[in-house]
């Protein structure tokens, strides 16, 4: 099954009834027990050691991935507003421990990691990356969230961060491509039926994703103002689980595509997805997507890729690049996030100062912000600081003030032009 047949495309989310997901739920059960590894083990071997370090670093992240899902669906099933949408979420909760018993077995029988599941499981947890364990982090507290409030806010706030985010944004374009090798390679013809059945399950899973909030979204406002919310909160976590470790896109290329390719691909899902939806990129706060929204989406990959390797996105890294390229970057995405109805017709400019990189500054006027290298003439505001630091506060999370109180953030500016930065610039 395609992509396009398991998910409501278009005009399409309408006339996918929840009934016709659980038809296709019963025609293509399947049995994570039956499955052969007997010829897998050799096919294991047979990969280089940087293909089985990569390998373990993804299908922990699946493995994990999974059974985390199955442990936080109950709430989901008691929260959904209709009973064809509980019906269908009991049966996808069956399919996500049917795909920890595949991944259970795989660690076992091929890899060769002996013992119950808590202790395959535990094998994972040296893997899980900063971006992926506060994304999963982020999905056990929704499902607490959603047991003391089942609103329908909050309901498609849940569903967007399990099926568009987990499933269709970070799972779908990792076993896309690692579908693609083994099925090509056949040296582990066991995993591979597994694989094949694990996604025609996952598209299905998105569809229903999809076809619910394409009915509750359009609608509300309070349902966009959660979703973006989530997306506030969760996009610096998510970014940031392909980032491989030691930073080495060679645990992509060893198997035929790059990290790029990953970005590129989950780029164009997710464009498709929230069209779909009625709720596209293009209209959804500019601090939550802050790029340009008619790049391609391997321009996007591009770039999103360079600051993840330069140790800018992702997780909080000591010394961040702050080369030329990757400061245009940074400044580029910091000029989109501006909230021009906050700024209002004059011209406001902002200087930073960087004691170990060049300086930059972005220029806010009439609707329009623009970023450049160098100093500004005159500017209305100056931050000074070490270019980690304001990474730090940019991306991180890092709390400005307490920089400002240990005078590794200093200002220079009128209190009224501090006071325009907060509203201009009210992501950082």
Known sequence: MSVAQAEPQGSKAGSISYMDLYRRWEENNWSAMSLDFSADRAGWDSLTDLQRSSALWMYSMFFYGEDSVADNLSPYVDAAPTEEQAYFLTTQQVDEARHAILFHRFFQEVIGIEGDVSTTLAATLPQLNWGYRGVFDRLDRMADELRADRSLPKFAQAITLYHLVVEGTLAQPGQHYIEDFFNKDGGMPGFSAGMTNVSRDEQRHIGFGVKTLSEIVPQSEECKAAIVELFREINRYSIGVFCPPGFDPAYA????????????????????????????????????????????????????????????????????????????????????RVDHAAAGPDRFVVEWDFTDASPWHVTVENGRAESRSGRAPQPDLTLRSSWSEWVGIALNDRNPLRSLLSRRLRTKGSPRALNTFRKVFPAL
């Open 253 to 336: 290329e060893c198997w035929g595509f790059s990290l790029e390719d990953i970005y590129a691909f989950g780029l164009r899902l997710v464009r498709q997805r929230w069209k779909t939806i009625g709720f596209p990129l293009e209209e959804m706060p500019a601090d939550v997507w802050p790029f340009d929204h008619s790049m391609s989406p391997d321009e996007v990959a591009s770039r999103q890729v360079k600051l993840l390797l330069a140790g800018v996105t992702g997780a909080p890294h000591p010394n961040p690049d702050s080369s030329p390229e990757i400061q245009d970057l940074l400044f580029d995405m910091t000029a989109r």
